[in-house]
């Protein structure tokens, strides 16, 4: 399964963080060391459009905020709350965010008129255009209606927003449809898109996904206290609806293994994936582990409540927010051997691959509940923070292991709040994030050089 270069480059469209492929992560030997001034001290900074001084950003970075709850858009709906996980696209010459809104309970679908999926699903899609000098918004619209709790997803190479939902809810729960699945998003729409659930990449509480460019296959995290690490593998490369083959993975000669305890940094685990038989089971809605059962049943491995998950240089890089001896988390990778064949270091084994602790956190003020994740222009990985406590931090990974903080929620105007959805334009120049709460989106930008992001 190769996705050509025309499909590729379809439309026209590329996702920003594309930019990012060839940096490496994290090596074998990593320190893991704490920095805490990186950019320098965080300092409480003004929004230039607002003059609300929502974060601390280090000295001479700047942000606005833009798509904030509420405000009308240019489609005439107004902005849906709960702003969460997004990407960056280039599209015919504009600079395009298309974010998730993470509704819940049964309501009023997000678009008052045109594609809808379920008349009572409250979560779906909004794209904005921004202006890549001014960072203000242009235009704004509603790109996916009808979903439910639509918390991450993630970019294609093809240019599009694959947005998951983290909920198995359906009739039961008062909707009129059945909810669990993946949904397709493509950046160069202008309104609301026809709504197909994606049933074959599975019905449970989807987090993230990643897809490796050179196979097409995409890999899934799922948000549940013991989750799976899922791939897909299409039928058709680049056409996620023709359908396709669900699998979790598994630690080779190590059934039913547990990844959320006593796991040692860097250590190489042997890797091989189990067949889901039932990817869109009939009881997925009164049981939350239908689809994780069935992979378990066949051996496969369990994490603590898996998150974010980012394609990179060959690698999947994923977060498990509550693993670790202390549970404030753990970042993982995965890295196939045809990955591992190119530097001539090929295993002849059943396994597919190898996973890989990358990083744990042992100190609540180092790193807590690190969620939505993506890689930064200089190859580090940016990690949003979820955690217990109202003070949220964007921490940045280097590819020497050293942690550090770049930006802080500093408001009590809107109680806690959640860093979600960081993702880098395509020229790399600004960082768009969502801050879940006060429900705005903000771009930022500095002296990115003077630092590893």
Not at 328 to 347: M, N
Request: net charge neutral; hydrophobic share 35%.
């Amino acid at each position: 399964m190769r996705i050509d270069r025309r499909t590729f480059l379809r439309g026209s469209v590329t996702g920003g963080a594309f930019l990012v492929l060839q940096h490496a992560l994290p090596g074998d030997t990593f320190a893991q060391t704490v920095s805490r001034e990186t950019y320098g001290s965080l300092v409480r900074t003004p929004s230039l459009n607002t003059g609300e001084s929502l974060i601390a950003l280090p000295p001479g970075f700047q942000y606005t905020a833009i798509g904030p709850r509420g405000s009308q858009m240019a489609d005439g709906n107004p902005t849906p709350t709960r702003h969460d996980g997004m990407s960056a696209f280039q599209v015919r010459g504009e600079l395009r965010l298309v974010r998730n809104h993470e509704h819940f309970d049964p309501g009023p679908r997000i678009a008052r008129s045109g594609e809808f999926y379920d008349t009572l699903g409250q979560g779906g899609t909004t794209t904005l255009v921004v202006d890549p000098r001014s960072r203000l918004l242009v235009r704004d619209f509603v790109s996916l209606s009808g979903t439910s709790v639509n918390c991450a997803g993630g970019f294609t190479p093809w240019g599009s927003w694959i947005t998951c939902e983290e909920t198995t809810a359906g009739p039961g729960a008062g909707f009129q449809k059945k909810h669990g699945y993946c949904f397709e998003v493509s950046a160069d729409a202008n309104g609301p898109v026809a709504a197909r659930p994606l049933t074959a990449m599975g019905r449970f509480r989807h987090e993230a996904i990643a897809i490796d460019p050179a196979s097409g296959i995409v890999y899934l995290t799922e948000d549940l206290g013991g989750s799976g690490f899922y791939r897909f593998l299409p039928n058709t490369a680049g056409r996620l609806a023709d359908g396709g083959r669900l699998q979790m993975l598994a630690i080779l000669d190590r059934l039913r293994y547990d990844t959320q305890t006593g796991q040692l940094p860097g250590i190489r685990l042997p890797v091989y994936w189990v067949d889901i038989p039932e990817p869109d089971p009939v009881d997925a809605e009164s049981n939350l582990f239908a689809v994780y059962n069935q992979g378990r049943a066949r051996g496969a491995a369990k994490f603590g409540r898996l998150e974010g998950a980012y394609y990179a240089s060959g690698r999947i890089v994923f977060v498990a927010t509550n693993g670790g001896d202390k549970g404030l988390g753990q970042i993982w990778e995965y890295l196939p051997y045809k990955a591992l064949d190119a530097r001539r270091r090929a295993v002849r084994s059943p396994a597919s691959g190898v996973l890989r602790l990358v990083y744990e956190s042992n100190d609540i003020n180092t790193l807590k509940a690190p969620d939505n994740l993506c890689m930064s222009p200089r190859g580090s990985l940016l990690l949003c923070e979820d955690g217990p406590t109202t003070q949220q931090y964007l921490r940045g990974l280097t590819s020497v292991g050293e942690i550090f903080d770049f930006a802080r929620y500093d408001t009590d105007s809107f109680g806690r709040a959640e860093f979600a959805g960081a993702t880098f334009s395509p020229d790399g120049e600004t960082l768009f994030v969502n801050l879940q709460g006060p429900d705005v989106t903000l771009a930022i930008w500095g002296p990115w050089a003077s630092g590893p992001l």
